[in-house]
């Protein structure tokens, strides 16, 4: 599902309507009857409860007006407040304007601060307000009345609907530009916006409904288009049975380089993720003294004993041994543990210009970024399949952008990043963002803070390297992994809660996440 911004939906409104022919009026009814269906079908409200409109002079309070009057015609008690005089409205909102006078909807104009103390009082005796003030076309702070009302509308204690975004947010943005409404639920249309997905204007938008007006699939389709949300829909085919004649070797053989003293679990988590997430066969080269550990954690596991340092750190000697295993491996993740030793880094940095030209898929993690961030100039010589697993800390070190900036600017500095040394990158986090080569952005729904805690990374590094042995296409692969890996989270959180969700814990509930989005997302009737 496409985000757009404000201005690639007013694109796709004016090719609906100039080239396909849509009527802007049909567009506004089709959207504020979406907005009466939610209020009355949904939210299961009692006709007798009085629901105000607040609607301001141009398309979106054009929205309100035609749901205030699909509510009244459905039985509902509905009034509307118009932030302005009635011949200040123009165009399709104009006409609901009209048509709501004639068939007796009270409107009541308030233009004024002074109008707005002597009809504020009304919010208080409603139980819902539909919040048509201002669409996806702001971009300033709210002042003046439209400040005040916003405010007496958070006040208010009745439940807030909001009309395609909350008054006050810029949909170009996931900063709160001033005040702002704050929404129990959000009618969007078409596609969601760029302010519904994100915190802090996340938190604003309350339960969010993607409303159906009309617009065909097809306008959506276009690669300027770049950034999307996930759907399971999406995963669905890459989660169907096996094929009945198949065996390991069509599933990969995964290389993994990590470990060291006192970080053998990481390399352990990323194995056994990887095995768990299906491929066929998974060797982990470890520091030979920290092999024994390794292995016992789970039998299925292969283990390459490596040369070590004093420090028990994989030694620089190894390189030649390591290139050995990496000839005939399907892909290789490296970093999950492995410290930053002097020695260990740069056997890290050789063994990654001697393979900047190999074919099969390179994830790197953990310490593997930690080591990269020490010389970024090794950005330009990796291997044309790379994918790094970064959280904004280590994006900081690699980019050299402030991690608060990194943050902050994310739909812009990541995609720069990957498309400057055309690599994957997975900047992890809250709604996590998967990034191609081109520039293209993925936005993951899934995972909670319960996931917050140690090895979780390196879970997610085992299941996108045995992710990309098994699905044809690179970028897929990754945002199938992640995708997996949250839900696989979501799950365990659902039965054990957040705070004591481990890293182990992810791995456990992965076959109840598979099996979820084999079946499309629907719960097993069993």
Same mark, same amino acid.
């Given at each position: ?32 009857? $979406? ?30 007006l +035609?749901?205030?009057r ?9 009034? +509307? ?13 104009? +006409? ?10 009270? &409107? ?35 002042? @003046?009345? =439209? ?8 006040? !208010?204690?009745?439940?807030? *609907? ?12 996931? $900063?709160?530009i ?8 959000? +009618? ?15 938190? %604003?938008? @309350? ?26 829909? !999406? ?15 069509? %599933? ?16 352990? =988590? ?18 030979e !003294? ?9 039998? $299925? ?43 260990t880094?740069a ?16 994830? &790197? ?13 090794i ?19 690699? !980019? ?29 986090? %809250? ?19 319960? =996931? ?25 692969? *990754? ?16 039965e ?10 992810i ?19 069993d």
């Amino acid at each position: 599902m496409k985000i757009l911004t404000a201005a690639q939906m007013r694109e796709i409104d004016r090719q609906a309507i100039e080239e396909l022919g849509l009527p802007g009026l049909v567009l506004m009814e089709n959207a504020g009857r $979406e907005v009466a269906n939610l209020v009355l079908n949904e939210l299961e409200i009692d006709l007798d409860w009085p629901i105000l409109v607040i609607a301001g002079k141009g398309n979106n309070g054009g929205d309100g007006l +035609v749901a205030a009057r699909h509510l009244v015609n459905q039985g509902a008690t509905c009034e +509307v407040l118009l932030l302005g005089r009635q011949e200040e409205v123009r165009g399709e909102a104009l +006409v609901n304007l009209e048509i709501a006078r004639k068939i007796g909807i009270k &409107i009541t104009e308030v233009p004024t601060e002074t109008l707005w103390d002597k009809n504020c009082h009304r919010l208080k005796e409603s139980t819902v307000i539909i919040d048509a003030m201002f669409g996806t076309g702001l971009s300033n702070p709210l002042t @003046g009345l =439209m400040a005040r009302v916003v405010e007496d509308i958070n006040n !208010s204690g009745a439940l807030v *609907v909001s009309v395609d975004i909350p008054s006050g947010l810029s949909a170009d943005t996931f $900063e709160i530009i001033g005040p702002t409404v704050r929404a129990d639920f959000t +009618v969007t249309m078409a596609a969601p916006k760029i302010a519904h997905i994100f915190p802090p204007a996340e938190d %604003y938008v @309350g339960e969010l409904y993607l409303a159906d007006i009309g617009v065909p699939p097809s306008l959506f389709e276009r690669p300027d288009f770049s950034l999307e949300l996930v759907e399971i829909e !999406s995963l669905q085919p890459y989660f169907g049975p096996r094929l009945r004649d198949s065996h390991k070797g069509n %599933y990969g053989h995964l290389l993994i380089l990590a470990g060291s003293l006192g970080k053998t679990g990481a390399a352990a =988590m990323a194995g056994q993720a990887a095995l768990k997430m299906g491929a066929g066969l998974v060797t982990v080269a470890t520091a030979e !003294s920290c092999l024994p550990i390794v292995a016992s954690m789970m039998p $299925e596991l292969m283990t390459e004993p490596l040369p070590e340092t004093a420090a028990r750190t994989i030694s620089s000697q190894a390189l030649g041994r390591i290139l050995e295993l990496v000839e005939g491996k399907d892909a290789l993740l490296l970093g999950p543990g492995l410290s930053t030793h002097p020695e260990t880094s740069a056997l890290v940095l050789n063994l990654l210009e001697r393979i900047k030209n190999a074919t099969i898929p390179v994830i &790197i993690d953990a310490d593997g970024l930690n080591i990269i961030s020490s010389r970024p100039e090794i950005l330009s010589l990796l291997p044309p399949k790379t994918v790094l697993t970064p959280h904004p800390g280590e994006f900081s070190r690699l !980019s050299g952008i402030p991690t608060g900036e990194a943050l902050r600017r994310r739909l812009q500095v990541v995609p720069d990043l990957a498309r400057k040394y055309r690599i994957h990158l997975v900047f992890k986090g %809250y709604k996590t963002l998967i990034v191609s080569p081109e520039g293209t952005a993925y936005v993951n729904p899934t995972g909670n803070p319960g =996931m917050a805690s140690g090895g979780s990374g390196d879970v997610l590094s085992g299941f996108i390297a045995s992710e990309v042995m098994q699905s044809g296409e690179l970028t897929r692969a *990754v945002v199938n992994a992640v995708y997996v890996h949250g839900l696989s989270g979501d799950l365990a959180a659902a039965e054990i809660g957040e705070r004591p969700l481990t890293a182990t814990d992810i791995i456990h509930y992965l076959p109840q996440a598979l099996s979820f989005i084999a079946r499309g997302g629907q719960d097993d009737e069993d």
